[in-house]
């Protein structure tokens, strides 16, 4: 057996203590330091995904409730023509005798609602009345929007000519809805008032 004399062991024993402890800072310490940390990023990403849920969650509910609004709008007017709407604004704000021509379009069907458009095209209109004329249209009852509008200005004067498509949905009832599935609509012809 070695004869290790007491300041050697002292020095032994220190380098065995630096060794366990370099052993368990390898084997323990470190590899539960990464997993903490690991764990810790995962919590983050997981918790910006759960933020990203709600707030995706929040949007659904609130379209959920405007899809609910609209389709009661739709269903409170049975019968609602959008063409003969259009004139009767037009003739309630005085330019009836403005419009050019009006036509009803090729129209497309969901499972529960039917879109029903029409083309208008007004001539030699003030800005006042147009926007007067557009304002009313939006604030209908029925949900009614315009998807396109052109403006010409007259060169000459200060009269706009307006074509505009405006569109709304129209509830179907049961029996409509296998029909409209089996028939194509065809493009109308422009009606002249």
Same mark, same amino acid.
């Given at each position: 057996?070695?004869?290790?004399?007491?300041?050697?062991?002292?020095? $032994?024993?220190?380098?065995?203590?630096?060794?366990?402890? $370099?052993?368990?800072?390898?084997?323990?310490?470190?590899?539960?330091?990464?997993?903490? /940390?690991?764990?810790?990023?995962?919590?983050?990403?997981?918790?910006? /995904?759960?933020?990203?849920?709600?707030?995706?969650?929040?949007?659904?509910?609130? $379209?959920? /409730?405007?899809?609910?609004?609209?389709?009661?709008?739709?269903?409170?007017?049975?019968?609602?023509?959008?063409?003969?709407?259009?004139?009767?604004?037009?003739?309630?704000?005085?330019?009836?005798?403005?419009?050019?021509?009006?036509?009803?379009?090729?129209?497309?069907?969901?499972?529960?609602?039917?879109?029903?458009?029409?083309?208008?095209?007004?001539?030699?209109?003030?800005?006042?009345?147009?926007?007067?004329?557009?304002?009313?249209?939006?604030?209908?009852?029925?949900?009614?929007?315009?998807?396109?509008?052109?403006?010409?200005?007259?060169?000459?004067?200060?009269? $706009?000519?307006?074509?505009?498509?405006?569109?709304?949905?129209?509830?179907? /009832?049961?029996?409509?809805?296998?029909?409209?599935?089996?028939?194509?609509?065809?493009?109308?012809?422009?009606?002249?008032?």
């Amino acid at each position: 057996m070695i004869r290790v004399n007491p300041r050697e062991r002292k020095i $032994l024993i220190a380098g065995g203590g630096v060794v366990a402890g $370099l052993l368990v800072y390898l084997l323990i310490v470190s590899p539960y330091m990464n997993a903490m /940390e690991l764990l810790d990023r995962r919590i983050t990403r997981k918790t910006d /995904e759960l933020k990203e849920v709600l707030t995706l969650q929040d949007e659904y509910f609130r $379209l959920k /409730e405007k899809t609910r609004v609209l389709e009661n709008a739709i269903r409170s007017t049975p019968g609602f023509s959008l063409l003969s709407f259009l004139e009767n604004l037009a003739a309630r704000n005085k330019i009836k005798g403005k419009i050019a021509y009006m036509k009803p379009l090729t129209t497309t069907a969901s499972e529960r609602f039917r879109e029903s458009s029409v083309e208008m095209r007004l001539e030699l209109l003030t800005l006042t009345e147009l926007v007067d004329f557009l304002y009313q249209v939006e604030q209908s009852a029925q949900p009614i929007r315009i998807k396109r509008l052109n403006i010409a200005k007259k060169k000459a004067n200060a009269f $706009l000519d307006v074509t505009l498509q405006a569109s709304t949905f129209e509830p179907l /009832e049961e029996g409509t809805r296998s029909q409209e599935k089996k028939s194509k609509p065809s493009r109308s012809t422009p009606q002249r008032i």
